[in-house]
């Protein structure tokens, strides 16, 4: 809630959380790993008191379905959109399980080829559902700077004429800059209270107040970027 708090407080549009099993993930056999997993799971009884905080707040609540039934849970709640993270970019039952539910779905493609990327729009399409937004995305945590290869936003525009947004990993504010000046639609980043929690995410995450830079400068550059009309100003 804390999170949910300050996203709202220094302009954030939504708030995103993660919604998976670790028996959906990952064999109980590689006990290590399924711990590590487990201790990240957002409790299922925590969603629904979450996305009625969100609404309070007046951001957006949405959510990453890692599977079906917990695709199903924030269907339920009235989620506006899915998201669906890199690592299921070809996990074809689950894009057409949430693409039944005609909701608009921000696909995210690290690790991805065009074709992947490709193939995966047809399967959402073969639903029914046209509602989609690519996020270009460097699947390491955090991605080297040299990694980023912004001009890919431009390569999955023109290639497949839909809205594509960054999912981004680097560590400061240059590479979503240079998103939104290439016209992404919307932006993702890692967002802590606090760098030195315990967890996987926290040390690549922003926090608050580096967070809030990014947002008053996004907003500053999508005032600069203009219409794109030649012409003199009233200035």
Known sequence: KRLIDEAARIGADAVKFQSFRADQLVTPQQEAVYQAVKGCELPQEWHRPLAAYARERRIIFLSTAFDEESADLLFN???????????????????????????????????????????????????????????????????????????????????????????????????????????????????????????????HSMEVEEFESMIREIRCLEVALGTGQKAPTAA
């Open 77 to 203: 709640l009235g989620m506006p959109a899915f998201k669906v993270a890199s690592g299921d970019l070809t996990h074809i039952p689950l894009l057409r399980h949430v693409a039944r539910f005609g909701l608009p779905i921000l696909l995210s493609t690290g690790m991805g080829t065009l074709g992947e990327v490709e193939e995966a729009i047809g399967v959402i399409r073969q639903e029914g559902n046209e509602e989609i937004v690519l996020l270009h995305c460097v699947s390491t945590y955090p991605s080297r700077i040299e990694d980023a290869n912004l001009r890919a936003i431009l390569t999955m525009r023109e290639a497949f004429g839909l809205p594509v947004g960054s999912s981004d990993h680097t560590l400061g504010i240059a590479v979503p800059l240079g998103a939104i000046a290439l016209g992404a639609c919307l932006l993702e980043k890692h967002f802590t209270l606090d760098r030195t929690l315990p967890g996987p995410d926290h040390p």
